[in-house]
């Protein structure tokens, strides 16, 4: 496999709402394009972040004020061990990532960490390698795979204790949020999309418990709430952010839709008006789930129902580089920001492109979650000619930054 010339024709965006400054918390960001989070398994198998991800990262917040959401991030030993997937958990994580940091800051640009808990998807055996449970909501596996994983390494799913969801409350994500102040990010994302722990909470496919966490929408939103609760003196709201993705089936979840995602926004939304406004909502459009794009007759739903009851920003993310003619309708409201993930991996110089127009180069799938070099910082930016030869990048692996 080479790395791919073919390039896909853009209009210039420069004079569209997309370049127009917006505030973000407590930062006036001079345009509206984020970079979306995106796992790209670059860091060690032990979770450290590397130098191939700080060149990266480096190069993908050239344009100044670029917010970058960095890659789901593990927020505790429990919250997810697979490797080469960083982590937030230790000292040698902290100061990985503040070298990260430290340089997206010196392009004058800002990050974001997304926070990341696995439950029922997770590895049963990475987790009983470490002597930890595998747990979720409920004992209902997400499928016949994970079932096998999970009996093979003597660590069934059970259901998380009230005692294991207070410490998820009180220690596992004030320890991760803490940790992301120190390593320097301006943000800090609560990831409850996807199908993974606080998402499997919110869904009625893998949430059966019958205690104050389940059955009714305010039970089973109940967990998401009390973690933003716990976050907003430690972070600071202008600094707290939450994904979510109404209409994601990804990894056998339902699609929830409106009725519970409406009570989240009003529920946020009581917080921000009594001051604790946070600084965006990161929503995943009914178009994709993860990274894969939903066929257009299979798709459902529509994100327009959140701006009823949410009045802050929204950081939209899922195929708009299709649709950069159509984009100052979406955003035409003052509060709205679009993040690419895919064309902002195989073009580092994406926010230039679009700015001024120049062709994207087509992103490749085969190279998004390999372990080298080979495909993540061997893109070119716009009129550069990189040389390099691909046995050596195929080769080349990650040195952890601490
Ligand atoms: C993934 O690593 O596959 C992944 C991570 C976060 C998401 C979706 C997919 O929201």
Redesign the pocket.
């Known amino acids: 496999m080479t790395i791919s010339k073919e390039t896909v024709p853009i209009t210039a965006l420069g004079n569209t709402l997309l370049f127009e400054p917006i505030k973000v918390g407590a930062n006036t960001l001079p345009q509206r394009i984020a970079f979306a ?1 995106s ?1 790209r398994c670059r860091a060690t198998a032990d979770n450290i972040p590397t130098d191939l991800q700080l060149q990266y990262y480096d190069e993908r917040s050239k344009y100044p004020g670029t917010l970058i959401i960095t890659e ?1 991030t593990y927020l505790s030993e429990q919250g997810g061990l697979n490797p080469h997937v960083p982590g937030i958990f230790n000292k040698r994580q902290v100061a990985g990532w503040k070298k990260i940091n430290d340089a997206i800051h010196a392009n004058n640009s800002f990050s974001s960490i997304q926070l990341w808990y696995l439950g029922r998807v997770a590895n049963a055996q990475h987790l009983k390698n470490k002597g930890l449970p595998y747990i979720a909501p409920s004992a209902v596996y997400w499928n016949e795979e994970t079932e096998a994983i999970a009996e093979q390494a003597g660590n069934p799913l059970r259901a998380l204790t009230i005692e294991e969801i207070d410490h998820i409350v009180d220690v596992e994500f004030p320890n991760a949020a803490r940790n992301s102040l120190e390593a320097g990010f301006d943000y800090v994302e609560v ?1 409850s ?2 199908g993974y722990l606080l998402d499997q909470f919110l869904n009625t496919a893998s949430n059966k418990r019958t205690d104050e966490y389940g059955g009714s929408i305010e039970n089973r939103a109940r967990l998401l709430l009390r973690i933003i609760d716990k976050l907003i003196p430690i972070v600071g709201a202008g600094r707290l952010a939450v994904r979510l993705s109404p209409w994601a089936k ?1 990894q056998n979840v339902d699609t929830e839709g409106e009725e519970i995602h409406s009570y989240i926004l009003n529920e946020l939304q009581k917080r921000a008006d009594e001051g604790n406004q946070l600084a965006y909502i990161s929503l995943v459009e009914p178009r994709v789930q ?2 894969w794009d939903i066929e257009e007759d299979k798709q459902v739903g529509s994100n327009d129902f959140t701006y009823k009851h949410w009045k802050g920003n929204f950081i939209r993310a899922g195929t708009y580089a299709h649709e950069l003619d159509k984009i100052d309708q979406d955003i035409d409201n003052g509060r709205t920001l679009l993040a690419f993930s895919r064309f902002f991996l195989s073009n580092p110089d994406l926010i230039e492109k679009l700015k001024d127009g120049i062709p994207l180069t087509q992103y490749e799938r085969p190279t998004f979650y390999t372990q080298d070099n080979f495909g993540y910082n061997t893109w070119p930016r716009n009129g550069e000619l990189i040389s390099f030869d691909e046995e050596t990048e195929k080769a080349r692996i990650g040195k952890p930054l601490a």
């Open positions: 989070p796992t789901a990831h999309a996807h990804f993860a990274s």
